[in-house]
């Protein structure tokens, strides 16, 4: 069937038809399916007529030339480079993506292909070790991105970005590179805490366009500036934040006095995935008479186990979670360390990022608590409710940290 579409291409006459045409035979993968959203795809899939792309695409660049349609010259030229670069020919990769590169910067027409050869640039430079051109040109091509999905926020649905395709891999692709940098940074250089708030920003930034990708231009965001989002890691508050990646998951802790702490979790997404839905499992089977905290406590020696002496030399009371993909379907309270739950020794705040919530504080003084609980057995519908043993104790706790409430038993 390609051999004779193939064949049905070149009869055709030169066109932006044609063009496009000879590109999409050119760039056809094999299927793949994945649901996980944290593992970017393979941008070297295999391609169906691997001996044809290439010539296929040097008679799109051809015949895009002599036609001046500079918006098909520079995805041919953009997705030969992509060619070279899975090849791991780099150098002539790196000049063809330029190429497409420059032509797309020329004009207000080929803008929305800019971000696919900042970011493939991104992936060449990397790829030579070439770690400041590479940072360079990710931040343009999120930076480009985002100018364009704003514009498209005013656009039909079916027009905006694939949020997997494009949005996550690149914001995860340029996290992963931060993190990797500050792996080689000594920890007491001023540039290791710099890395890892590049790599949180970045993800924040994520999480931010996955909202906005989500309810489109029906979602006006206020972001929270810095310097009120520092207030709230304030005295005895430490934030713990997460970023998986598709071969291990970093946990990030902002502690008060500023400094940032970094430990990895070596467990790719699709096992992470299993165990805290093992874990979750646990949490809602009710058939079970006796509670399992092995997951708990297994999650626990993950996650907070590695900053156990940071947490106690900064006095923590207070921790704060902004966790990426599963790890938002789990509550931290319910982690054990072989003795207690976390929630018995801390106060836990949970929010999807900290440029999206307001650090006001509440006026405590106003609040008032209507607490109830079944301290009695009781039977209700003909179903039977067993009392249950620590109410009492509970509510009372409650109302002395409210004074003026009201307790129901």
Not at 271 to 277: A, G, K, S, Y
Not at 310 to 317: A, G, P, R, V, Y
Request: charged share 25%; proline share 5%.
């Amino acid at each position: 069937m390609f051999q004779q579409t193939l064949h049905l291409l070149q009869q055709l006459p030169d066109s932006h038809d044609k063009i496009h045409a000879a590109i999409d035979l050119a760039t056809l993968e094999q299927p793949v399916t994945s649901t996980d959203t944290s593992s970017p795809p393979n941008p070297c899939g295999q391609l169906l007529l691997p001996q044809q792309a290439e010539p296929l695409l040097q008679q799109a660049v051809s015949i895009a030339q002599n036609l001046e349609d500079y918006r098909a010259e520079s995805f041919a030229l953009g997705k030969l480079g992509h060619l070279y670069e899975c090849r791991k020919d780099y150098p002539q990769a790196l000049e063809l993506t330029q190429q497409a590169r420059w032509i797309a910067n020329q004009n207000l027409s080929t803008k929305d292909s800019l971000y696919l050869w900042e970011w493939q640039a991104g992936r060449i430079f990397q790829a030579q070790g070439q770690e400041t051109e590479a940072i360079n040109a990710y931040q343009q091509a999120i930076a480009t991105l985002n100018h364009i999905r704003n514009d498209l926020l005013i656009a039909e649905r079916d027009l905006q970005f694939d949020f997997r395709d494009a949005v996550n891999p690149l914001h995860r692709e340029f996290a992963q590179l931060r993190l990797e940098r500050a792996k080689l940074i000594p920890k007491d250089s001023q540039k290791y805490p710099e890395e890892l708030k590049s790599a949180l920003e970045t993800i924040d930034s994520l999480k931010l366009a996955e909202l906005q990708n989500y309810f489109g231009n029906d979602c006006d965001l206020i972001l929270i500036s810095q310097e009120r989002v520092d207030e709230l890691v304030g005295e005895n508050t430490a934030v713990f934040s997460s970023i998986i990646l598709s071969d291990r998951t970093a946990i990030l802790v902002s502690l008060p006095n500023g400094e940032k702490r970094l430990n990895w979790i070596d467990t790719n997404s699709k096992d992470l995935r299993e165990q805290i839905n093992q874990f979750r499992r646990g949490l809602e089977r009710r058939s079970d008479p006796i509670y399992n905290p092995k997951p708990a406590q297994e999650l626990y020696n993950e996650i907070i186990a590695p900053f156990a002496d940071d947490l106690k030399s900064n006095q923590i009371e207070t921790l704060v979670f902004i966790q990426d993909g599963i790890l938002r379907s789990i509550p931290m309270a319910a982690l054990h360390d072989g003795e207690q739950f976390l929630i018995e020794n801390y106060a836990i705040a949970t929010t999807p990022s900290l440029h999206l919530t307001n650090p006001q504080a509440l006026n405590r003084d106003k609040l008032r608590v209507l607490a109830l609980g079944l301290s009695e057995a009781s039977q209700i519908n003909e179903q039977k409710f067993s009392a249950l043993s620590n109410v009492k104790a509970e509510l009372e706790a409650v109302k002395a940290q409210f004074p003026g409430s009201t307790t129901l038993l």
